[in-house]
């Protein structure tokens, strides 16, 4: 996030104080991950990798702005076809998505995808 986000903070905090500030706190909350060795062994019997990435956006007085969610998830088959690389570029995605995010919600509150796919979302 820090890559993604260094262009557009570093834009953000040359501007003229407004007295203004936002703090923003990323928490992975929940992660399932496939190592190298037991996806090498297994394949996709080791079976899916996911992540859930909260961010929580608050203000300089400490009032909530934004608490958005973000998922990614290397389904068991592909993660196991390519032997983990998927379960690895997960955590890069989820990160590119909340800093998207961030990016598209700075001037103006838009909202923004997930990245929760149907497998993830679907009712069971």
Known sequence: ???DLGP???DWNQRPSNGRTLVIEPVVEQLEFQHGAKRVLLGPLAGSSGVLLR??????????VAEPEFFQ????WAAGF????????M???????ASEYLIANY???VGGPTGA????????
Do not use: E, Q, W, Y
């Open 82 to 89: 390519v032997m983990g690389v998927h379960d690895n570029i």
């Open 107 to 109: 001037p103006k509150a």
């Open 73 to 76: 998830r290397a389904d068991a």
């Open 1 to 3: 996030m820090k890559k």
């Open 91 to 97: 955590l890069t995605r989820v990160a590119n998505l």
């Open 8 to 10: 557009s903070l570093s």
């Open 117 to 124: 796919d149907s497998k993830a979302v679907a009712p069971k």
């Open 55 to 64: 961010v929580t956006v608050r203000d300089n007085k400490g009032a909530l």
